[in-house]
T-cell receptor, first 110, second 114 residues
Framework: GEDVEQSLFLSVREGDSSVINCTYT??????LYWYKQEPGAGLQLLTY?????DMKQDQRLTVLLNKKDKHLSLRIADTQTGDSAIYFC??????????FGSGTQLTVLP | NAGVMQNPRHLVRRRGQEARLRCSPM?????VYWYRQLPEEGLKFMVY????????ESGMPKERFSAEFPKEGPSILRIQQVVRGDSAAYFC????????????FGSGTQLSVL
């Protein structure tokens, strides 16, 4: 299987919470990241978490890390139409470069 | 403080031609990374450079692809004798250096090979 895996699609209604999930295989991951990519644009860093943390909150974003299960999630509260984008999970191990998942397309329905 | 600048945004080449993609990192950043994104896929690491040094090129194809980051000027990703399979979005990212774990990405160069 892939090093970092995400489900491909998620649809939510405006105002609901979105939860995007990610699993990874390498237990030596030191940092885990969430990036957002809008159509035709580069990747925007949303948030990241160090592997010795289990939660990080930043305004509408909450990151949960279950290191034992190698599971990372991103919760977006009060999802808006402007949140529609592709969300990439990424991990950093001993090397400096990041390894990305294939991305989750979030669609926010009015 | 301008972000990571990539140019051109779009590049069209015919098979067999050369493609040169440029990346200027954020001010104060000395580490540059190149990634490739195929349609509906995630980003795949290609190469990591510091000024005048290639640190990790484990993701670079063995032939036709090269990268540099000279003392002065932007980082260049060069693809010789392009083929249709090289069509992709190529993203550059930069970071300040040791101890800073955040990568900032440019808007990418969309390479189309006819």
């Amino acid at each position: 299987g892939e090093d970092v895996e995400q489900s491909l699609f998620l649809s939510v209604r405006e105002g609901d919470s979105s939860v995007i999930n990610c699993t990874y295989t390498d237990s030596s991951s030191t940092y885990l990241y969430w990036y957002k990519q809008e159509p035709g644009a580069g990747l925007q860093l949303l948030t990241y978490i160090f592997s010795n943390m289990d939660m990080k909150q930043d305004q509408r974003l909450t990151v949960l890390l279950n290191k034992k299960d190698k599971h990372l999630s991103l919760r977006i509260a009060d999802t808006q139409t402007g949140d529609s984008a592709i969300y990439f999970c990424a991990r950093k191990g001993s090397a400096r470069q990041l390894t990305f998942g294939s991305g989750t397309q979030l669609t926010v329905l009015p | 403080n301008a972000g990571v600048m990539q140019n051109p945004r779009h590049l069209v080449r015919r098979r067999g031609q050369e493609a040169r993609l440029r990346c200027s990192p954020m001010k104060g950043h000395s580490h540059v990374y190149w990634y490739r994104q195929l349609p509906e896929e995630g980003l795949k690491f290609m190469v990591y450079l510091q000024k005048e040094n290639i640190i990790d090129e484990s993701g670079m194809p063995k032939e036709r692809f090269s990268a540099e980051f000279p003392k002065e000027g932007p980082s260049i990703l060069r693809i010789q004798q392009v083929v249709r399979g090289d069509s992709a979005a190529y993203f550059c990212a930069s970071s300040p250096g040791q101890g800073d774990e955040k990568l900032f990405f440019g808007s990418g160069t969309q390479l189309s090979v006819l």
